[in-house]
T-cell receptor
């Protein structure tokens, strides 16, 4: 069965801290994605990666960076956390080149910045 | 630019009734795919059904079917014989097939099934 694992379900950090959210997939997928989910706004893409060490900005990359050193792992980094980054963060992965394949999601991380 | 619109923030339905969740989309690309996901209160996103822009027939998966009207740019999800476990957030999403397979999501509809 496909599996995307996010390192934490709940996380509380302080303003100004550097925050790491980790995501691991065991399906050998080429594509990985980070979204944030806010009420009334749906899911918005922060960054995605289509290969190791490759990344592209999504719709709301400001204040975030990512790292993909290995195919199975995609990390989201909040360089200096701010209260407006309090949100639900979802990681996803998908196969490259197959149009009807869905993205598979992790269980999400609820991040609170105090 | 691609856009998905879900105009129903919340819906309340009696158990065993059928329910239709609305989704309209906007794209100028001829090749695209439409997805529906379910998100229970636990938070995980569960893939339900897919419709490709060139598919001749409406997609069906068990109790889920997709009412795809290409000319109207709508892709409504129909759930037949609703169950209490169908209570969740539902998201419509679109992927344009040229590019890096990004998904664009709608705002979501919260469905509540009443006993």
């Amino acid at each position: 069965d496909v599996k995307v694992t996010q390192s934490s379900r709940y996380l509380v950090k302080r303003t100004g801290e550097k925050v790491f959210l980790e995501c691991v997939q065991d399906m050998d997928h080429e594509n990985m994605f980070w979204y944030r989910q806010d009420p009334g706004l749906g899911l918005r893409l922060i960054y995605f990666s289509y290969d190791v060490k490759m990344k592209e900005k999504g719709d709301i990359p400001e204040g975030y960076s990512v790292s993909r050193e290995k195919k199975e792992r995609f990390s989201l980094i909040l360089e200096s956390a701010s209260t407006n980054q309090t949100s639900m963060y979802l990681c996803a992965s998908s196969l490259e080149g197959i149009s009807n394949q869905p993205q598979h999601f992790g269980d999400g991380t609820r991040l609170s910045i105090l | 630019a691609q856009k998905i619109t879900q105009t129903q923030p919340g819906m309340f339905v009696q158990e065993k009734e059928a329910v239709t969740l609305d989704c309209t989309y906007d794209t100028s690309d001829p090749s695209y795919g439409l997805f529906w996901y379910k998100q229970p209160s636990s938070g995980e996103m569960i893939f339900l059904i897919y419709q490709g822009s060139y598919d001749q027939q409406n997609a069906t998966e068990g109790r889920y079917s997709l009412n795809f009207q290409k000319a109207r740019k709508s892709a409504n999800l129909v759930i037949s014989a609703s169950q209490l476990g169908d209570s969740a957030m539902y998201f419509c999403a679109m992927r344009v097939l040229q590019g890096a397979q990004k998904l664009v999501f709608g705002q979501g509809t919260r469905l509540t099934i009443n006993p």
